[in-house]
């Protein structure tokens, strides 16, 4: 380890050269082992994306229908209430029988 301590401290010009010469070789191989690792590791993340869009597209599907159900029985519930707690038939009969009764027989 003297002489990497050495060459940081730049105290020896050849160890420092070496070191350089050294890194221009092997720089080419490593570009070359490092890209398919790298193209690996974007193509996974590319993946992971393309399935967290479509998770987040079903969710925001589910919520949504979650909502128009929720909305739906809402209104059914305001109609009920509406019509004196009667169902919508039931309000129906009521004022049918209603009319019946108010009309003069003959």
């Known amino acids: ?16 050269l070496a070191f350089g010469v050294g890194a221009a070789f092997l720089a080419p191989l490593a570009v070359s082992v ?11 993340g590319l993946i992971a994306y393309d ?3 479509v998770a987040v597209a079903e969710m925001n599907e589910m919520t ?4 128009a159900e929720a909305r739906t029985e809402m209104a059914e519930a ?5 019509n004196g707690g009667r169902s919508e ?17 003959t």
Not at 7 to 16: E, M, S, V, Y
Not at 34 to 44: D, E, G, N, T, Y
Not at 91 to 105: D, F, L, N, V
């Open 51 to 53: 399935q967290g869009r």
């Open 64 to 67: 949504s229908d979650l909502v």
């Open 1 to 16: 380890m003297a002489i990497l301590e050495d060459a940081f401290k730049g105290g020896n010009l050849a160890t420092g």
């Open 78 to 82: 305001t109609k009920e209430t509406d």
């Open 89 to 105: 038939t039931g309000a129906r009969r009521a004022r049918k029988s209603e009319a019946a009764e108010k009309s003069p027989s």
């Open 34 to 44: 490092l890209r398919p690792v790298s193209k690996a590791v974007l193509k996974a």
